[in-house]
């Protein structure tokens, strides 16, 4: 079956990339520096400024009602964390990552442990098209995951958003 894929804008802080959906098979992975490796069947095209990201979702359609319930937890607080665990018990090390940096910033935050609910785990994925745990939101925008929290965090732009977002 030949794959049909529908392109959206998917933010990266600063970096800019066309999200694909594929129903085709695609690995992600991705290093510290957001450099993408992408095996696909698809020819990667390139645009200046940008990075080109593909990933593979399940036909699972996220309900009315899970969609809403993400949105309510993303816009009840400044700082949301979809997390395995929480930040008194992270159940990951890439969920321990994110903890580690928001508490060396000293600042509030939420967590939702995703391990406690499939609709929210598999709906959150869908919700930003993002395909990883953890994944962190602030002021109801969301940001990214481990690595690019780490990033963001190194280059002393996370601490910018976080202080804004507060002011707010």
Known sequence: MPCRCEPSPLNLGRKQARHVWCRGTV??????????????????SKVP?????????SDLDMTPEVQQRIDDLVNQDKI????K????????GFSNNVVQILNMLGVPYQTVDV?????????IKE?????????V?????????SDILIELYQKGELQQMVEVALAS
Request: net charge negative.
């Open 115 to 123: 391990l406690d609910d499939a609709e929210i785990r598999q709906g």
């Open 49 to 57: 400024g940008s990075i080109e990201l593909f990933s593979h979702f």
């Open 137 to 145: 939101y602030i002021n109801g925008q969301f940001v990214g995951g």
């Open 27 to 44: 690995y992600l992975g991705f290093n510290l520096g957001l450099t993408l490796k992408v095996q696909s069947s698809h020819p990667v």
């Open 80 to 83: 949301v964390v979809f997390m």
């Open 127 to 135: 919700y930003s098209t993002w395909p990883t745990i953890p994944q």
């Open 85 to 92: 665990g929480n930040k008194l018990m992270p159940q990951c």
